[in-house]
């Protein structure tokens, strides 16, 4: 994009939640808002006259939804969106939007919301969608669990689940990654810990349509839960996770504390406590992301004797955490996307 400043069209039904959005964005140095449009219909003649970089995304609209519109675009015209949507009446449209391909999700402003607030969050998730490429998800998944089609047990992974884990970071492009690779998990897997940057306010809605694909079984991460074998836990958004050594495995931790790598959650305090409690009986992977989260963290997962993964750059929405992995030389293993779930059961299987 070189040094011209990032084009935003702002699409959102509400007048007064344009004009904040506007507001919030103009603000900022190095982004544009070059429009603003009421429905899709509006926005698809202004994507067209007005070639902008970054669209901002709400859900319920009237005449097309924001999700319908979503689905099109990604077919014929792929570019970067961020979706603006209300807890109340859309988390869960919201996740289906960041698997369909959206880049990002931002809670939309209400009561007497801060300009100055809203500004930051925004425009770093302009930044980071504007450095993505986009990817069109295709199918859903399965509905249920019911009917994925059961793999064999693997005897390697099952017979020593209790003993081990598997931590996952993502961020950016993130939830439609984490769902390609939970998918082709089978159920013998150890307990896997994810944490994926995601707002406090759609984490639940994130976790539970995990839970409906996959064989594993998904949850939001609770305080003092225990790790189970064939079950994955998502930290919770705002909080962040931590793993710890218990008798007969391990427990989760919930704690708030500041911001790490501009994040909360973060992937690197996930990391780093899986490093400390776990050592060598750990898998990490580092997904898609802007940013270093989860670099550090990493390196220290494989110094402590973990095996590590790393998505390549040609499958990512954005490479940034991976690349930061690789380049810190915390990264055992480099794969596509559709390759990690194999590697990640050949990980353990490799340290029985």
Sequence with gaps: MNDRPIRVLVIDDSAI???????ALSKERGIEVVGTASDPYFARD????LRPDVLTLDIEMPRMDGLTFLKKL??????????????AQSSSAAVEALRLGAAEVVAKPSGPYSVGELSETL???????????????GPEAPASPAVVPRQPVSSHVGSHANSFIVAIGAS?????????????????????????????????????RLNQVCRLTVKEAEDGDSVLPGHVYVAPGNRHLIVQKSSGGYKLVLRDGPQVCYQRPSVDVLFHSV???AGAKAVGVLLTGMGADGAKGLLAMKRAGARTIAQDEASCVVFGMPKEAILRGA??????????????????????
């Design 17 to 23: 939640v344009r004009k904040i959005l506007v507001e």
């Design 46 to 49: 202004k994507i067209v006259a």
């Design 74 to 87: 990604m077919q014929y015209h792929p570019m970067p969106v961020i979706i603006v949507s209300s807890l």
């Design 123 to 137: 425009a770093a998730k302009v930044r980071a969608a504007a450095a993505s490429m986009p990817v069109n998800a």
């Design 172 to 208: 950016t492009g993130g939830v439609s990654a984490l769902q390609k690779v939970l998918t082709g998990l089978p159920e013998d897997m150890p307990g896997i810990v994810v944490t994926q940057h995601i707002p406090a306010d759609f984490s639940l809605a994130f976790a539970n």
């Design 275 to 277: 490093a400390q409690s």
């Design 331 to 352: 990264v055992d293993e480099i794969k596509g996307l559709t390759e990690i779930g194999r590697t990640i059961q050949s990980c353990l299987a490799s340290k029985q």
